[in-house]
């Protein structure tokens, strides 16, 4: 029998994680379902990739005059929009708009401010229990640009207040924005994000290290506490998600 090659580098090791077909513990033990955890280190492995010196954007490899990765074009993705599909009509405060993560490039206008405002919002019924996020994106002193929500599985509110963070911040990553200014109504994880509390919670830690892992591929980086009031539509999204789950 062949022995089958080890992964030598970080890409490997998660292309290999993602090929699996026993993901189920390490799924249920990030409180995910396998579809999710697959899509997740998707990601992550583009993410890696993205950081490698001299890597090209994968939009730009079919391209035979695509820029290169170390130029500033290269770095900066198109600031219009590509959505997949229609936007979504019935989200709640925020009118018709796209999901998200049908949202290929920099969703920013070219006109106006370079810097992606983002409220974010973790909901748990039972905390913990069933949970959900919700996530809105805008541009500053400018327009609601897109919304996310979805069910997460069993979580705490502080777990499904991280994952709201993490999901916001790769999609940012992912649409290559430099500037994003967070805000969100968890003082705790406001705090442990700017470092002033410890992050002593076992299930948080690796929310938390994803979330600093991503925040540093950013240009800029700010996370800011709001009142609830000021965060109603990322909070009505993630009920929302809990409301429609079967």
């Given at each position: ?209 994803q979330a600093v892992f991503l925040t540093r591929k950013l240009e800029e980086f700010k996370v800011t ?22």
């Amino acid at each position: 029998m062949a022995t089958k090659k080890q992964p030598e580098t970080l890409t490997d090791l998660l292309k290999t994680l993602e090929r699996s077909t026993d993901l189920r513990s390490l799924a249920r033990d990030c409180g995910l379902s396998v579809r999710e955890l697959r899509r997740r280190l998707a990601i992550w492995r583009r993410a890696v990739v993205a950081a490698e010196p001299g890597s090209v954007p994968e939009a730009d490899r079919s391209r035979p005059d695509g820029p290169s990765a170390g130029s500033k074009a290269g770095r900066k993705a198109s600031p219009k929009a590509s959505p997949k599909a229609s936007p979504k009509k019935d989200d709640p405060g925020t009118g018709d708009l796209t999901d998200a993560s049908l949202i290929d490039s920099n969703p920013l206008p070219a006109k106006g401010s370079r810097i992606l405002e983002v409220f974010t919002d973790g909901a748990s019924r039972g905390n913990p229990g069933p949970a959900s996020i919700g996530i809105v994106f805008r541009q500053k002193g400018g327009p609601t640009l897109a919304v996310h929500s979805e069910c997460i599985g069993r979580a705490t509110n502080n777990m499904a207040e991280y994952r709201a963070v993490v999901t916001a911040l790769e999609h940012c990553v992912r649409w290559q924005v430099g500037k994003v200014h967070l805000f969100m109504d968890s003082e705790l994880i406001v705090r442990q994000l700017k470092g002033i509390y410890r992050v002593k919670s076992q299930d948080l830690r690796p929310l938390y290290q994803q979330a600093v892992f991503l925040t540093r591929k950013l240009e800029e980086f700010k996370v800011t506490h709001v009142k609830r009031a000021l965060n109603q539509e990322a909070d009505a999204l993630a009920n929302k998600a809990l409301d429609a789950r079967k």
